[in-house]
């Protein structure tokens, strides 16, 4: 069964020092997506990106954070200064047909735990 | 404010009972909404999707209904496994991008 990947699955790294998160959507997804998760808290919503585009993203997702699709199948997350604050895991998923009309559901990836030291 | 709220307190029920999972919200009028289990370090996994105009929706052991005018749905495990022990997480869907707005979870533990 196709599979959404992430690498790394940990990922420690200084403040101030850039990171990426890569991932592989499941190939014939249109919608890809970023969200985070600090230990004990909810699953937060960082972006959504379709058609080469970021077609929404959070109050989270400030200018420190990027998206890329660089090629036919990674989907990146750059975090330019990381701060203490975003250590979290960090999950991808991708969906067929983002929230329109026949909307399904979101494949995840295990996640990227992302420890700022 | 927008709220989702699931029932924080841990769950504990003995094998083979039914066990009831609530999830309410407020200031939300979602198209969809989606239930997911999570496992211990590892990321969600979609279970059952219910739509606005849906009152109830089954899979399996699994049963969801979705109560537009109290905005609260209820996940349904019947005949509970020790193997259903996780964190199940409800879902919003808003707007057109495909967000989704998670609660914070509800632990079950199903004993033997």
């Known amino acids: 069964e196709p599979e959404v990947t992430q690498t790394p699955s940990h990922q420690v790294t200084q403040m101030g020092q850039e990171v990426i998160l890569r991932c592989v959507p499941i190939?014939?997804?249109?919608?890809f997506y970023w969200y985070r998760q600090i230990l004990g808290q909810k699953v937060e919503f960082l972006v959504s990106?379709?058609?080469?585009?970021?077609?929404?993203k959070s109050e989270i997702f400030d200018d420190q954070f990027s998206v890329e699709r660089p090629d036919g199948s990674n989907f990146t997350l750059k975090i330019r200064s990381t701060k203490l604050e975003d250590s979290a895991m960090y999950f991808c998923?991708?969906?067929?047909?983002?929230?329109?009309?026949?909307?399904?559901?979101?494949?995840f990836g295990p996640g990227t735990r992302l420890t700022v030291l | 404010s927008q709220k989702i709220e699931q029932n924080s307190e841990a769950l504990n029920i003995q094998e083979g009972k039914t066990a009831t999972l609530t999830c309410n919200y407020t200031?939300?009028?979602?198209?969809?909404l989606q239930w997911y289990r999570q496992d211990p370090g590892r990321g969600p996994v979609f279970l059952l999707l219910?739509?606005?105009?849906?009152k109830e929706k089954r899979k399996e052991r699994l049963k969801v209904t979705f109560d537009t005018t109290l905005k609260q749905s209820l996940f349904h495990i019947t005949a509970s496994q020790p193997a259903d022990s996780a964190t199940y997480l409800c879902?919003?869907?808003?707007?057109?991008?495909?967000?989704?707005?998670f609660g914070q979870g509800t632990t079950l533990q199903v004993k033997p």
């Open positions: 879902a919003l869907t808003s707007g057109n991008t495909g967000k989704l707005i």
């Open positions: 990106f379709y058609n080469n585009e970021i077609s929404e």
């Open positions: 190939s014939n997804h249109l919608y």
């Open positions: 219910i739509r606005e105009n849906e």
């Open positions: 998923a991708s969906d067929q047909k983002g929230g329109g009309v026949g909307y399904n559901e979101q494949f």
């Open positions: 200031n939300y009028s979602p198209a969809y």
